[in-house]
Every structure is written in structure tokens, then in C-alpha cells.
């Protein structure tokens, strides 16, 4: 009684731990875009050998020598994968430990196909796991990871309240590692497209997804760290070796999260999230959604998945090729007649039609500015076959504008 008196005459209220909290500072607008945006991310589970690359044994049980001078009963984290090299084993052990000068890994260890890979190896994909995807309609379409479907035809699709439900797999791009799942349900929730064109090193980036295949509905928050990365990867459904005009991120990124979503302060869907940058801290990727738009509307009109073409080969310019090649601009796409074994415009493409020519510098696309953020490559990478745009070039010192209609990219064409 004697508190309740005290804490009547001051005027205060009982304060509960939650309000505390939120009177310490929690980011409501945060919290507010997790609570609206996380039940249109799901969980898809591959079944055993859907992966492409899995390997038809198992790889052996690795066990560290007993000369290494480790702690007594120091043991190896319960699921750590094999270690690929000096470096990641180095990762696994005690703070501050050193491995002894010549150590070598055994010669007969087996490592899982993949591992060490920035998709996160072979966790879950291929031995049956878990992979994430994003609700784009409400009658069920949902776009993921080529590389977290496989070769599978069907998947579980588990919705954020726990429903499970069956998804077919519509359609796999191998150019930039997006697929599509689509599930026979109404009214789900889904995600507002963002655009990623427009996205600043700096700005509040969400990943949401099931990090380890095990906790489903996990956010993470941090900024987007840098634009317009590329990687190498290896073991995965893609034709080609690299990904290309990644978003890369300090958002929490791990295996499982593959196909999760990216967003930005707002809640919309900025990109999908695709890789890690393998034991390295605070580096993952994700594609940026304005590369799906195009492909999600063919898959919400039941139409095979098909990308433009524009049919020249070109230079991307900075300020040092500027300099060396004496051009009037230091950005934008310089159709280089500099290979004489190649022509910079393919005859009867939608360049050679549009009329380009080589020594052509394509500066915009569709009013957009072919620059570092934006290149040729990925601004047409908006588009579908089909769709005419407006790209405005510098000739001779004279900028005019032609109008190209962009054809079906062929499926043989590398880079």
C-alpha cells in the first residue's frame, strides 16, 4: 500500500517489462513491417535427392588428430559440415587456437559435393531440407530459389501458421536463380513489389526466412552493405558460374534462407535472398526483385519462363575507359567494334533492327540511366520478349533515341 501510495502522488504507473522495453527506444517501424510482411514468407521442404549435385555416398566421418593440442573433450559443434580447407577448420575451433605449422587435412577425406559453396553446401538441399520462399499472389504463387528446388517437380510448402501444403514447381530460371512454386489455396497473404532500381547503400534492409531449415519466421535487420556484387558458385542448378547485380547485406543470411525475402524500410520486397558469403560474418546476397518482375508475370499468366534479348556487345564505361578510349561520357554502354572476331551487333537481333551501330553509346533505358547501379545487362533484364523500349544513345556527339523491340534471349547464349 505504501508504494501504491508513493506512486500515486508522483503522478507514475505501474510499468510493465514490455513498456520498458519500448520505452527504451525498439524501432516500432520495424517491428510494424515484421508483424505485416512475415506471414507471406513460407517454408519449402525438398524431398531426399531433389538437389542436383548431391553425391551418391556419403562422405566419411572426419575426425581431428589427436596431436593437435586441443582443450580436453573439446568437441566439434553437434551438425558442423566438413571442413574444405585450413581456413574454414581454423573457424571451428577455440578462439585464439592455432593449428600446428604443416598441418594438413587427411588426404582420403571425403567432402559433400558443394561444400563450402555461398548457397551454404549441402545443407538440406538434396538430403531433403528446407529452403524459404514469397508469397507474389493470393492464389498461390510463390517465387524461390532455383537452387533450393533442384530437379524436384513437387515440394512441401509449410505456411507461417503451420499449414502444409503441396507446391509444383512451375518454372526454374537459369539465368539469375529464381524458380516458382505454386500451391492450389485462396486468399493468402502476400508482399508488395518493391523496387530495387532505386535502393541506397545505407538504406534498412529485413531478411525474413527459416535460417538452419529449423527456425521458421526469423528476422533479421541491418542495412543494404553494397549493390551490384558478383560471386562464384558452383554445385547448384544454374548453367553459367556467377550471379551477378547481387544486393549484398549484413541482414543475418544462413542456409535455409535461401529464397527468403529482403525488405526495405517500408516493407516492400527489394529482393530475394540467395546466398552467404561462406564463413565470413555479415555478407549475404540477394537478387534484386525488379530481375523477377518480368518472369512473375509469366508465371501468373501459366507461360514458360523467358528472357530479352537485345542482341549487341558492348563495354560498360567508367571514368578509366573513358580516358583510355577518349569518349565523350564516363558512363554507359559502348557498343566496342574492338573484337575482330565478333560483330557488336548480331545481324537480324532487336539492336541490328533498331538501327544501333557499333560505336553506339547507349546511355538510358526507358528514361533510366545506363550507369553502375543500372547497367545495359540488367536494365533489360526488367523486360519481357516482346516489350518495346525507348534507349537513348550518343552518336557521333548527337543523342537520339530508338525504339527496339526485344526478342526471346536463346537458350545456347553464355554470359
Do not use: C
Amino acid at each position: 500500500m505504501a508504494l501504491a501510495g508513493v506512486l500515486g502522488i508522483t503522478g507514475a504507473a505501474l510499468i510493465t517489462p514490455g513498456s520498458a522495453l519500448g520505452a527504451q527506444g525498439d524501432n516500432e517501424t520495424v517491428i510494424d513491417v515484421i508483424e505485416r510482411v512475415t506471414p507471406a514468407v513460407v517454408t519449402i521442404q525438398t524431398p531426399v535427392g531433389s538437389f542436383a549435385s548431391v553425391r551418391s555416398e556419403e562422405p566419411g566421418d572426419f575426425q581431428l588428430p589427436d596431436d593437435l593440442g586441443l582443450p580436453e573433450d573439446f568437441q566439434l559443434p553437434e551438425g558442423t559440415e566438413i571442413p574444405g580447407s585450413l581456413e574454414d577448420l581454423q573457424q571451428l575451433l577455440p578462439e585464439g587456437f592455432q593449428l600446428p605449422e604443416g598441418f594438413q587435412l587427411p588426404e582420403d577425406l571425403q567432402l559433400p559435393e558443394g561444400f563450402g559453396d555461398p548457397f551454404g553446401g549441402p545443407q538440406g538441399f538434396g538430403m531433403g531440407g528446407s529452403g524459404s520462399g514469397v508469397i507474389v499472389s493470393e492464389d498461390g504463387l510463390i517465387i524461390t530459389n532455383g537452387h533450393v528446388v533442384g530437379n524436384a517437380d513437387s515440394v512441401n510448402v509449410i505456411l507461417d501458421d503451420g499449414t502444409v501444403l503441396e507446391g509444383t514447381v512451375t518454372g526454374v530460371d537459369t539465368l539469375t536463380d529464381f524458380a516458382f512454386v505454386d500451391v492450389d489455396a485462396e486468399d493468402l497473404p502476400t508482399v508488395t513489389l518493391g523496387d530495387s532500381s532505386g535502393i541506397k547503400v545505407g538504406q534498412l534492409a529485413i531478411a525474413i526466412g527459416n535460417p538452419l531449415g529449423r527456425f521458421p519466421s526469423s528476422a533479421a535487420v541491418g542495412i543494404v552493405s553494397g549493390l551490384d556484387r558478383s560471386i562464384d558458385v558452383f554445385g547448384n542448378s544454374l548453367s553459367g558460374s556467377r550471379l551477378n547485380h547481387l544486393i549484398q547485406t549484413d541482414a543475418a543470411i544462413n542456409s535455409g534462407n535461401s529464397g527468403g525475402a529482403l525488405f526495405d524500410g517500408d516493407g516492400s520486397l527489394i529482393g530475394i535472398t540467395t546466398a552467404e558469403a561462406g564463413v565470413n560474418d555479415g555478407i549475404g546476397f540477394a537478387l534484386p526483385i525488379d530481375l523477377a518482375k518480368p518472369i512473375i508475370e509469366q508465371a501468373k499468366a501459366g507461360e514458360p519462363i523467358s528472357r530479352p534479348y537485345v542482341g549487341v556487345v558492348y563495354r560498360e564505361i567508367d571514368a578509366q575507359v573513358a580516358q583510355e578510349e577518349s569518349l565523350p561520357v564516363t558512363e554507359g554502354a559502348w557498343i566496342a567494334d574492338t573484337d575482330e572476331n565478333q560483330e557488336p551487333i548480331v545481324a537480324g537481333s532487336p539492336a541490328d533492327e533498331a538501327g544501333l551501330r557499333a560505336g553506339d553509346i547507349i546511355t538510358s533505358v526507358d528514361g533510366l540511366a545506363v550507369d553502375r547501379t543500372n547497367p545495359l545487362d540488367l536494365q533489360v533484364l526488367r523486360f519481357a520478349p516482346g516489350d518495346e523500349v525507348t534507349l537513348e544513345v550518343l552518336r557521333d556527339g548527337e543523342s537520339l533515341e530508338l525504339s527496339a523491340t526485344l526478342g526471346t534471349r536463346p537458350a545456347d547464349l553464355n554470359g
